[in-house]
């Protein structure tokens, strides 16, 4: 699954970039299945060694506009803006 967020490489590392339409794509679909299941992407062991920065990673919904995102959500030490 953390595959599938691979188009979001460069928008988890890096605040300031902007997440690609396949990122965007890709959260939209993980998030809409269960927002505990992009969660555990995001936070997982695959992604981290990837080099994704877990606290870039849940302002992604956000920078991609997700209308539907679960704001205020506890991802472990993290909660989505």
Same mark, same amino acid.
């Given at each position: 699954?953390? &595959?599938? &967020?691979?188009? /979001? ?6 605040? +300031?970039?902007?997440?690609? !339409?396949? /990122? /965007?794509?890709?959260?939209? %679909?993980? !998030?809409?299945?269960?927002?505990? =299941? #992009? =969660?555990?992407?995001? &936070? +997982? *062991? %695959?992604?981290?060694? +990837?080099? @994704? ?5 849940? %302002? @992604?919904?956000?920078? =991609? *506009? #997700?209308? *539907?995102?679960?704001?205020? $959500?506890? /991802?472990?030490? $993290? %909660? &989505?803006?």
């Amino acid at each position: 699954m953390a &595959l599938r &967020l691979a188009p /979001c490489a460069s928008a988890a590392q890096d605040p +300031s970039s902007a997440p690609s !339409g396949a /990122c /965007c794509s890709a959260v939209h %679909t993980i !998030g809409k299945q269960s927002p505990r =299941c #992009l =969660c555990a992407v995001m &936070l +997982s *062991n %695959t992604a981290r060694s +990837s080099g @994704i920065k877990p606290e870039v990673a849940v %302002t @992604i919904p956000k920078r =991609c *506009n #997700l209308a *539907n995102r679960p704001v205020g $959500y506890k /991802c472990g030490d $993290y %909660t &989505l803006p």
